[in-house]
């Protein structure tokens, strides 16, 4: 079971906006930045946010973060069919002294 | 080019250990964390631990403790991670990622992955 929470999948159409959620607790999301990675079949992960809602040069504006208290959100507008993927966040959990992933959500673009 | 590259494929017996490097170039090796980052078949992300390339610390992840080793070797910008006492629960690809030292922004770049395979 993992320390972040993450629904299991999302689905949307072409063109949609979708957001996923990630709860953590206080000793992780509520002191710490959140990143966000998407992994495409058979591929390592690549990064899409950090420190919360920064995007690394490269990542579309169509991906923002979002967070307050021990929740984060990535939402995804004009959503693209080449998106279909796992979406997993991450933290630092200063009780567990390490990372810490959610579980990830399988976003299907209907 | 900036890039990770792992160490190729392999397969262990039960109780065994498994060495996996994770070669640094275009970049300076000294001035990232080098994570190590596992996933089973159809799970998520699991972390095992990092190692400050610069000084040599280490910080593994609670549950690994005394069964995972993470070095390096700076002369050649490469990152070891040693797990021991292998059982089947350990099949997985095994990730080694960079995150900045001085001003972290992300885990943002990954090796490849290597596959470890345990099995009698």
């Known amino acids: 079971q993992s320390v972040l929470t993450q629904p299991p999948s999302v689905s949307g159409t072409p063109g949609q906006r979708v957001t996923i959620s990630c709860s953590g607790s206080k000793s992780s999301v509520g002191r710490n930045p959140v990143s966000w990675y998407q992994q495409l079949p058979g591929t390592a992960p690549k990064l899409l946010i950090y420190r919360n809602e920064q995007r690394p040069s490269g990542v579309p504006d169509r991906f923002s973060g979002s967070k307050s208290g021990t929740s984060a959100s990535l939402a995804i507008s004009g959503l693209q069919s080449e998106e279909e993927a796992y979406y997993y966040c991450a933290s630092w959990d200063d009780s567990l002294n390490g990372v810490v992933f959610g579980g990830g959500t399988k976003l299907t673009v209907l | 080019q900036v890039q990770l590259v792992q160490s190729g494929a392999e397969v262990k017996k039960p109780g065994a250990s498994v060495k996996v490097s994770c070669k640094a170039s275009?970049?300076?090796?000294?001035?990232?964390?080098i994570h190590w980052v596992r996933q089973a078949p159809g799970q998520g992300l699991e972390w095992l631990g990092w190692i400050n390339p610069n000084r040599g610390g280490t910080n593994n992840a609670q549950r690994f403790q005394g069964r995972v080793t993470v070095t390096r070797d700076k002369s050649i910008s490469t990152a070891y991670m040693e797990l021991s006492r292998l059982t089947s629960d350990d099949t997985a690809v095994y990730y080694c990622?960079?995150?900045?030292?001085?001003?972290?922004?992300?885990?943002?770049?990954w090796g490849q992955g290597t596959l470890v395979t345990v099995s009698s």
């Open positions: 275009g970049y300076t090796f000294t001035g990232y964390y």
């Open positions: 990622a960079r995150e900045d030292l001085y001003d972290s922004r992300g885990i943002d770049l």
